[in-house]
């Protein structure tokens, strides 16, 4: 009996020591581990009484659980003396005291807030020195390989073990148009790997690019992996789908995903400029016009009249004489970052929602779920509240209001984020957690399901203690640019601290919730082999405690790091282009 007690207590903490909780909830009492720097126990703490009974019936397995010369010598010789060495000072934490004692574990897995009710989060570097890093995917062939865009127009392949290839995935720098400005929009925006990429090796990419040295469009292409490197796509497999002329520098859209339905939602800006004025009614309100617009197309078909997609049989406005029948919602303004919500783990509840980030004007930002023929309200509305008071005024705007906005007080560029639905931090599951581009906060929703609204959840970094565990870090660059999901469901985010497409500063993070984590084995899965051509390149982290200030980051590591120009050349107005005034 005692055997196999001590062996459970043994098989539950002694390989998490560090992050003891992941283990068991009484782990860190049992080895008196509260504080990461106390010494590390070779076995958990047991009460004398208790030890004594232990020693006299079952102190023949003590070899197999420890090889301290100490503890086994006076486990032979003096049973007295090895009870004193494996009891704890406190008799509420030594075994089995600790099971009775209510107050040591009744808040144990429950959300850890500050005095201000804000949920302390830790972080992990995943990688960095990496130029304007705009997304994060996975191909979703059960490969766990992660893919980081850059916006110059490079895709890198990140391993499980942490190391990036030597070789990008995709080099398309010499086509993609963008610029060293602070804050400019251009560049490699978007890739979507197709629902069956494992089978048929397809992705898809959205770019900007610069036609006979005038003409701005973005472009959305679909592309193959290369039938010799499952690691190296197909540089002459590119086929246009489609083109859109730009009418400005910013606002350029950028988002690509496959919804659960199979097709592929592009998500284009508005134009640019300020107040959408193009046409009477601006190109968002204009469902004539591809701008400002959530576009849905099927990739696995071409139509009739030439076009390399077919039109979804139930796209809203199909059939309609005023609107293109690619357009699926309209009246945006900007989205930067959507997500599909993979839905409850356990009860699927949610699954397949679009949740986007829409850059606002002048005072709000705002959250949204994407349906089928909606508008989104812009140019008449901005968040909850009238821009354009005429359009705003007409009765058949029937708009659709999001789910949260807040001031510039507080962000003036939403980034789009995810619903976690991962396994390692469970408190996390089912918030949906993004950020700000301009004031580098991080932001939280969480929903009231009786009623379908939203709330806001504070979320922070964790303090000095909280996050002094080895690996984990409470601090990131400013500038937050993108979320991601790896294929697992974990959560990411990119930012940098000297937002150029130039310069070498982003870095991947991880999310990691310090109060509660996984129980061990929970979270295993086993990827796929990736067969490895060329050469690795092994992640080093800087962890830089002074990571929001550029002037004091480390000297660029990353894939090819280019020569980083003069900054107060580039400090005019371009970190605002996104909002544009």
């Known amino acids: ?69 100490t503890l086994l010598e006076t486990c032979e010789k003096d049973r007295s003396h090895f009870c004193n060495l494996i009891n704890l000072a406190d008799q509420d934490y030594c075994y089995p005291n600790v099971l009775r004692n209510n107050g040591l574990y009744s808040n144990l897995g429950k959300v850890v807030e500050d005095t201000k009710g804000c949920l302390q989060l830790c972080l992990t570097e995943v990688a960095n020195g990496l130029r304007n890093p705009v997304l994060m ?78 003409l701005e469009k973005i472009r959305i292409s679909e592309m193959k992996v290369s039938a010799h490197d499952m690691n190296v796509a197909d540089p002459h497999s590119e086929r246009v789908l489609l083109e859109i002329e730009e009418p400005a520098a910013n606002h350029n859209g950028g988002q690509l995903l496959f919804g659960l339905d199979g097709y592929l939602y592009i998500f284009t800006g508005d134009g640019g400029k300020a107040g959408d004025p193009f046409g009477k009614f601006g190109n968002s309100q204009n469902r004539s016009a591809l701008l400002g617009k959530v576009l849905r197309i099927d990739v696995d078909g071409s139509s009739i009249d030439g076009k390399p997609y077919k039109i979804p049989p139930d796209n809203p406005f199909l059939g309609e004489p005023d609107a293109k029948p690619e357009v699926y919602a309209y009246g945006v303004r900007n989205m930067w970052r959507c997500s599909v919500d993979r839905g409850d783990p356990l009860t699927g509840y949610g699954r397949g929602r679009i949740f986007c980030g829409d850059v606002g004007q002048n005072r709000y ?73 301009m004031s580098g906060r991080l932001m939280a929703l969480e929903e009231v399901k009786k009623s379908g609204s939203w709330k806001e959840k ?124």
């Not at 590390?40 to 030890?51: D, E, N």
């Not at 996975?138 to 070789?167: C, N, P, T």
């Not at 999901?485 to 940098?496: I, M, N, Q, R, V």
Request: charged residues 20%.
């Open 458 to 581: 504070n979320v922070c970094m964790g303090d000095t203690k909280t996050c002094s565990f080895p690996g984990l870090i409470n601090h990131h660059h400013k500038f937050i640019i993108s979320f991601a999901e790896d294929e697992a469901g974990e959560l990411y985010f990119l930012a940098t601290s000297y937002p150029s497409a130039m310069s070498p500063f982003g870095t991947l993070y991880k999310f990691m919730d310090p109060s509660r984590r996984a129980p061990p084995g929970k979270c295993k899965y086993k990827p796929l082999p990736v067969k490895v051509r060329g050469k690795k390149v092994p992640f080093t982290p800087r962890e830089c405690k002074n990571i929001l200030h550029p002037k004091k980051v480390l000297a660029p590591q990353g894939p090819n790091p280019p020569h980083l120009h003069q900054r107060k050349k580039f400090w005019p107005k371009p970190l605002q282009q996104r909002r544009s005034k």
């Open 137 to 214: 995917v996975h191909s979703g062939d059960d490969s766990h390989r992660m893919f980081v865009a850059e916006q110059i127009g490079f895709v890198w392949v990140y391993l499980k073990d942490g190391s990036r290839l030597e070789q990008p995935f995709l080099d398309i720098s010499g086509e993609v148009l963008t610029t060293q400005w602070l804050g400019d929009e251009r560049g490699f925006l978007g890739l979507a790997f197709h629902p069956k990429y494992r089978n048929n090796g397809r992705f898809f990419i959205y770019y900007s690019i610069l036609i006979s040295g005038k």
């Open 1 to 69: 009996m005692f055997f196999g007690r001590i062996l459970w207590v043994k098989f539950l903490i002694v390989n998490c020591i560090a992050l003891s909780q992941e283990c068991s909830p009484y782990a860190a009492h049992l080895f008196d581990v509260e504080d990461p720097y106390t010494p590390v126990r070779h076995l958990p703490g047991l009460c004398f009484a208790y030890c004594s009974e232990f020693h006299s019936k079952c102190h023949s397995v003590v070899k197999y659980l420890t090889n301290s010369r």
């Open 365 to 437: 930002e705002e959250v949204d779920i994407i349906v089928k023929g909606g508008n989104y309200g812009w140019r008449a509305k901005e968040g909850f509240e009238c821009f354009d008071m005429k359009l705003c005024q007409n009765s058949s705007l029937d708009d659709i209001l999001p789910i949260f906005a807040y001031g510039h007080h507080v962000g003036k560029s939403v980034t789009g984020g995810y619903v976690y639905r991962g396994c390692e931090s469970p408190n996390l599951n089912g918030l949906y957690i993004f950020g700000d581009f």
